[in-house]
Nanobody, 125 residues
Framework: QVQPVESGGGLVQAGGSLRLSCVVSGRTFSNYVMAWFRQAPGKEREFVAAISSRGGRTYYADSVKGLFTISRDNAKNTVYLQMNSLKPEDTAVYYC??????????????????WGQGTQVTVSS
């Protein structure tokens, strides 16, 4: 059973930083493409960042490029999202997602098979 579990969310002031972590159970984590999505109240779930199975390629939404960094540690079955210079509009539930094939779109929710329960990030102004 593959199950991502997110942690690291919380309340932070605008301009602050948070690092989200996602630990994934299962023996083949290093084969998975991993991503972060977020969903704000009343809005659709949107792509934030993705990283290829070996970590050599990363992809970002334009809104977070240069501010957020996705990384992974395959020895720890963990993917991270470092979020800097946070803004109130970054407030959302952040979800970790994974898929076991390194092809197709990295940006679409439909591509991902495994989803965590989410962690709340709230940025106050």
């Amino acid at each position: 059973q593959v199950q991502p579990v997110e942690s690291g969310g919380g309340l932070v002031q605008a301009g602050g930083s948070l690092r989200l972590s996602c630990v994934v159970s299962g023996r083949t984590f290093s084969n998975y493409v991993m991503a972060w999505f977020r969903q704000a109240p009343g809005k659709e779930r949107e792509f934030v960042a993705a990283i290829s199975s070996r970590g050599g390629r990363t992809y970002y939404a334009d809104s977070v490029k240069g501010l957020f960094t996705i990384s992974r540690d395959n020895a720890k079955n963990t993917v991270y999202l470092q979020m800097n210079s946070l803004k109130p509009e970054d407030t959302a539930v952040y979800y970790c997602a994974g898929k076991s094939w390194d092809s197709g779109s990295y940006y679409d929710t439909e591509e991902y098979t495994y989803w965590g329960q989410g962690t709340q990030v709230t940025v106050s102004s």
